[in-house]
């Protein structure tokens, strides 16, 4: 099955900014919302974004998300060393009638 | 607090079966649909099964990895949904997320701390 297209690593030094793209199709983010999670070593995602460019509670407004087309970015401000994380999009795909995720970005802060 | 705990899993050789529960708490678990995904070792997160709220008819998805082998239930006086792992293969192996969403409420998820398979063959 198809799924989202992320670049596999993407780096930063602390208090700069970094940006994770996410590529998709008309089927998935170009009909639907995408949602973001981080996830650290050996535990459960973290869901970071809903709705393109909703924050969770709790979420620092240091993460921000938007949707264009068929493409999604996540920016991610003032970076932080805890930051280092694996970062996923994911989107409802109709053609699938499933979810479709991105094979994830593993943030390197420098 | 919204809290999704799976259990179930453990070591079974190629072709058994296991059934994974994901028990729902702090939350209207008639009002939200479940989603079941998985992440082999190493590897991204894949989307496996889902199954609706009641409200919207306990729709059923599954992924093409899985169809015909997985069957997800849901149990809503329990506030539990089930996932039954049939004819397990080696690339089965993984650890597997419930994750619950409201199904009209714009929100975000909810997720266990997942339950690790390993197929041995």
């Known amino acids: 099955q198809s799924g989202l297209s992320q670049p596999p690593s993407a780096s930063g030094t602390p208090g700069r900014s970094v940006t994770i793209s996410c590529s998709g199709r008309?089927?998935?983010?170009?009909?639907?919302?995408v949602s973001w999670y981080q996830q650290f070593p050996g535990t459960a995602p973290k869901p970071l974004i809903f709705?393109?460019?909703q924050r969770p509670s709790g979420v620092p407004d240091r993460f921000s998300a938007s949707k264009s087309g068929t493409s999604a970015s996540l920016s991610i401000s003032g970076l932080q060393s805890e930051d280092e994380a694996d970062y996923y999009c994911s989107a409802w795909d109709d053609s699938l009638n499933g979810w479709v995720f991105g094979g994830g970005t593993k943030l390197t802060v420098l | 607090q919204v809290q999704l705990v799976e259990s179930g899993g453990g070591l079974v050789k190629a072709g058994g079966s296991l059934r994974l529960s994901c028990a729902v708490s702090g939350l209207n678990f008639r009002d939200y649909y479940t989603r079941w995904i998985r992440q082999a070792p190493g590897k991204g997160l894949e989307w496996i099964a889902f199954i609706g709220s009641p409200g919207l008819g306990k729709t059923i998805y599954y992924s093409d990895s899985v169809k015909g082998r997985f069957t997800i239930s849901r149990d809503d006086a329990r506030k539990s949904v089930f996932l039954q792992l049939n004819s397990l293969r080696d690339d089965d192996t993984a650890i597997y997320y419930c994750s619950t969403h409201h199904s009209t409420l714009p929100s975000e998820d909810h997720w266990g701390q997942g339950t690790q398979v390993t197929v041995s063959s």
């Open positions: 008309y089927s998935n983010i170009g009909s639907n919302s």
């Open positions: 709705g393109s460019d």
